[in-house]
């Protein structure tokens, strides 16, 4: 596989390829994984499906601390889906990152991950763990509140995968009112998460109460789109990662 690389070709944002991948170190996240009712279904493309009737998704904010693409902060949210090889993984409808045009660029442009720059926290208080999301500055999105208060147990782990694919619409627009040029692909990707060990050589892997709240519904990133349901499962935890580009699926063109 040749090195992906961007544009400008003398000056790219990233470069990547199958022997170098994507890396990040450091890692640090708090998920909440709820039912959905079926307005999850108006957001998928034709060729997934939802995983489980009423249908999962995930809301999540992590925080990269190293990475190959530089820091960053990151805010998504997926749906759990079933694709046409039978594989299970997320689609993603929305993912927001902090100010880093590489993370934006290589997201968008090779996997089709439609990330917009927003204003993102992950902090700890106290036995506490809080990420935010904002586009603009001011405008809070939703808020995720965790207490990560016990190591996750072996059933629970059942529900949890290091391993995980994704899938996302890469979209070219046409050039003109011709529609030439146009292109839409649906792409699989996936993230190998190694999680870090403690001094006790456990694995830094919790669970606890999680809250998520969309404080300020907004038109222009209908993240509430996802109304919360059932909580299913929340996780705080800490991994190292590597992430591939797999195949697409489909393609349509002008």
């Known amino acids: ?49 939802p995983a489980a009737n009423p249908a999962i998704t995930i809301v999540g904010v992590a925080s990269y601390r190293s990475s190959t693409v530089g820091p960053y902060l990151e805010c998504y949210s997926g749906i759990q889906v079933r694709d046409p090889d039978g594989e299970i993984g997320y689609y993603i409808p929305y993912i927001y990152v902090t100010k880093n045009d590489a ?9 089709g991950a439609p990330k917009k720059l927003a204003h993102i926290t992950l ?11 904002e586009r603009p500055a001011g405008k809070r999105l939703l808020t995720l ?20 694919n994704f899938y996302s619409v890469r979209h070219l627009p046409p050039i003109n009112e011709s529609g030439k040029g146009a292109v839409t692909q649906l792409v699989k990707w996936c993230t190998d998460r190694t999680l870090r060990r403690d001094e006790r050589g456990e694995e830094v892997l919790f669970t606890g109460p999680v809250s998520l709240t969309y404080d300020s519904p ?10 919360v349901g059932q909580a299913v499962l929340g996780t705080y935890e800490e991994y190292d990662a590597r992430l591939e580009a797999i195949d697409i699926l489909s393609e349509e063109s002008s």
């Open 1 to 49: 596989m040749p090195d992906v690389k961007g544009i400008p070709l003398d000056a790219p944002l990233y470069h990547g390829g199958k022997n170098r991948g994507s890396s990040f170190l450091g890692c640090q996240a708090i998920n909440l994984m709820f039912s959905v009712g079926h307005e999850a279904n108006c957001l998928l493309p034709k060729e997934l499906v």
């Open 103 to 111: 993370a934006l660029a290589s997201g968008r442009e090779v996997l």
């Open 123 to 133: 902090i700890r208080e106290g036995g506490l763990i809080q990420g935010t999301l």
């Open 145 to 164: 509140t965790a207490q990560p208060d016990q190591r996750m147990s072996s059933g629970s782990r059942q529900m949890y995968s290091a391993r995980t």
């Open 218 to 227: 907004s038109i222009i990133d209908p993240v509430h789109n996802l109304t």
